[in-house]
Nanobody
Framework: QVQLGESGGGLVQAGGSLRLSCAVSGRRLNLYAVGWFRQAPGKEREFVAAISRGFGGAQYADLVKDRFSISRNNAENTFYLHMNNVKPEDTAVYYC???????????????????WGQGTQVTVTP
């Protein structure tokens, strides 16, 4: 089965940076579009970033597009979310996810992703 293991979450001061990693086992990563979502207390899960399996490149939520960067390393079966200039409102549980069905472009909808990580907490302090 497909399993996703997340790492890199933790405490960071506003303005700082960190990198979230998602290591995938069970399937080759090059078969998936990949994405990151987040969920803050009392809020719905929201799209953060995604990068396509094929054509289309990366897409970002408006609130993170100038600060975050998604990347993938298919040889290592791992993908990443680089978070720069973090803000307190970035505090949330971050989830990595795989989309097997979309071979071109990405989906912004959580329900269209097939596999999910367990989530990792990111807390940004003032």
């Amino acid at each position: 089965q497909v399993q996703l293991g997340e790492s890199g979450g933790g405490l960071v001061q506003a303005g700082g940076s960190l990198r979230l990693s998602c290591a995938v086992s069970g399937r080759r990563l090059n078969l998936y579009a990949v994405g990151w979502f987040r969920q803050a207390p009392g809020k719905e899960r929201e799209f953060v970033a995604a990068i396509s399996r094929g054509f289309g490149g990366a897409q970002y939520a408006d609130l993170v597009k100038d600060r975050f960067s998604i990347s993938r390393n298919n040889a290592e079966n791992t993908f990443y979310l680089h978070m720069n200039n973090v803000k307190p409102e970035d505090t949330a549980v971050y989830y990595c996810a795989l989309d097997y069905r979309r071979t071109v472009g990405v989906s912004f909808l959580a329900e269209q992703y097939d596999y999910w990580g367990q989530g990792t907490q990111v807390t940004v302090t003032p």
